[in-house]
């Protein structure tokens, strides 16, 4: 799908994720994961900024997204929760920093929508400081046979109706990339992951 075309399906989406951060679903893992933030922050694909409640004080964010309509979301959030937030708007995909720029790399439900998810994780890998951490909370591929051949089957709609992948091996394509994984949890039938990695 085009980028265009991809950013419109989010930009469309930005009201429902600005309610869906409101509620209770996801609070647990968010907030296991970003207890662990510190230092200097990078959020990936940041939405409508569902994560800005779990961060510990201290910290300072870039956060970044292809989607104005979600920044907008965004910026409110962090207003409410008074976060420190430097909003990119841009495509991860193009998006570059200097080598080991963060202390912590936070990525929860991105790397469903990337093209080229293995250059991404190349991208953290160098963005990343060398005792720093990456932070995950991704969806994928299920391990249960039933539901991975749903999803297979589901998948090329829901990519087109939400830009979000559904078969990804992410814990896989993590380990691919060379990251040290420190932590692994797994819910929903493996559908979800919170991971802890360092750079390689
Ligand atoms: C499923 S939402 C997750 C939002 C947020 N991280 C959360 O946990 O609620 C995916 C987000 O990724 C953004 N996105 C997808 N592909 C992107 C890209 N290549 N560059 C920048 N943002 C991207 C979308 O605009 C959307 O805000």
Redesign the pocket.
């Known amino acids: 799908m085009k980028?265009k075309e991809?950013?419109r399906i989010?930009d469309k989406?930005a009201t429902l994720?600005e309610k869906?951060?409101e509620g209770p679903k996801q609070k647990r893992w968010?907030q296991n994961l970003l207890s662990h933030a510190k230092g200097d922050v990078l959020?990936?694909?940041?939405?409508?900024g569902?994560?800005f409640p779990f961060y510990p004080s201290g910290i300072k964010v870039t956060a970044?997204?292809?989607?104005e309509a979600?920044l907008e979301k965004a910026k409110s959030a962090a207003k409410h929760h008074h976060i420190e937030v430097d909003f990119i708007c841009?495509?991860?995909?193009e998006?570059n920093f200097s080598d080991q720029s963060f202390d912590t790399i936070v990525?929860?439900?991105?790397f469903?929508?990337?093209?080229n998810p293995k250059m991404v994780l190349d991208k953290i890998n160098r963005w990343c400081r060398p005792n720093g951490q990456i932070l995950f909370?991704e969806h994928g591929i299920s391990s249960n046979l039933a539901v991975s051949a749903v999803q297979k089957a589901l998948n090329p709609l829901l990519y087109r109706a939400?830009?979000?992948h559904h078969t990804r091996n992410i814990v896989g394509l993590i380990r691919e990339s060379g990251l040290k994984i420190n932590k692994v949890e797994s819910y929903w039938l493996n559908m979800v992951h919170l991971i802890w990695a360092n750079p390689r």
């Open positions: 980028k991809l950013i989010f989406q994720y869906k951060r968010r959020e990936l694909a940041v939405g409508a569902a994560n970044a997204d292809f989607s979600m841009s495509d991860i995909e998006m990525s929860t439900l991105s469903c929508s990337y093209d909370m939400y830009g979000c």
